[in-house]
Antibody, heavy 124, light 109 residues
Framework: EVQLVESGGGLVQPGGSLRLSCAASGFTVSSNYMSWVRQAPGKGLEWVSVIYSGDNTYHADSVKGRFTISRHNSKNTVYLQMNSLRAEDTAVYYC??????????????????WGQGTTVTVSS | DIQMTQSPSSLSASVGDRVTITCRASQSISNYLNWYQQKPGKAPKLLIYAASSLQSGVPSRFSGGGSGTDFSLTISGLQPEDFATYYCQQSYSAPSMYTFGQGTKLEIK
């Protein structure tokens, strides 16, 4: 069964750090684009980070320089290291497989598998 | 950066109705547009990719259309399980950036 399970969320003080984990089963993270998406309480979805092809990464401007996405291929796990946390980082964090639906000429990426989410609360 | 704007923000409808949600991009994104459904306390679910392609396992009452800057999600014959929040997402600038719309909450009338 294709599945993602996040862990590592919790309560942290402003300025603190946290590392989220996303364990995959049924597919290999190294062969896929993998993203983190967050949702603040009562708000919409916000893309955070992606890792793909080798160890190429991108991060949203709101987290650039503070968050780092990485993966451990032998553990089939994706991570999100979050430093210098702020109150506005409080959210449910989801990891997702970003599947490429490809034709001869192009690929369309859509997040087809999601974890259950892990809650991060930044508060003193 | 590409901005995505959905309308309406909320919508009331009855079981059996046909409803359409629209999504507008701040610049042309061709057909690099996805639609997701999210129920309270649950992760989002991919419904439509590439503007009009139905994700495997999604009922055929869901359909998507549009290209360039204007897109739509139509649900024909609303079912009780369809009451949820719907988000559009552009993947034109993937993988450097993905942008979601602000969401449309579909409620029972």
């Amino acid at each position: 069964e294709v599945q993602l399970v996040e862990s590592g969320g919790g309560l942290v003080q402003p300025g603190g750090s946290l590392r989220l984990s996303c364990a995959a089963s049924g597919f290999t993270v190294s062969s896929n684009y993998m993203s983190w998406v967050r949702q603040a309480p009562g708000k919409g979805l916000e893309w955070v980070s992606v890792i793909y092809s080798g160890d190429n990464t991108y991060h949203a401007d709101s987290v650039k320089g503070r968050f780092t996405i990485s993966r451990h291929n032998s553990k089939n796990t994706v991570y999100l290291q979050m430093n210098s946390l702020r109150a506005e980082d409080t959210a449910v964090y989801y990891c997702a497989r970003d599947l490429g639906y490809c034709s001869d000429t192009t690929c369309h990426y859509g997040m087809d598998v999601w974890g259950q989410g892990t809650t991060v609360t930044v508060s003193s | 950066d590409i901005q995505m704007t959905q309308s309406p923000s909320s919508l009331s409808a009855s079981v059996g109705d046909r409803v359409t949600i629209t999504c507008r991009a701040s610049q042309s994104i061709s057909n690099y547009l996805n639609w997701y459904q999210q129920k309270p306390g649950k992760a989002p679910k991919l419904l439509i990719y590439a503007a009009s392609s139905l994700q495997s396992g999604v009922p055929s009452r869901f359909s998507g259309g549009g290209s360039g800057t204007d897109f739509s999600l139509t649900i024909s014959g609303l079912q009780p399980e369809d009451f949820a929040t719907y988000y559009c997402q552009q993947s034109y600038s993937a993988p450097s950036m993905y942008t979601f719309g602000q969401g449309t909450k579909l409620e029972i009338k």
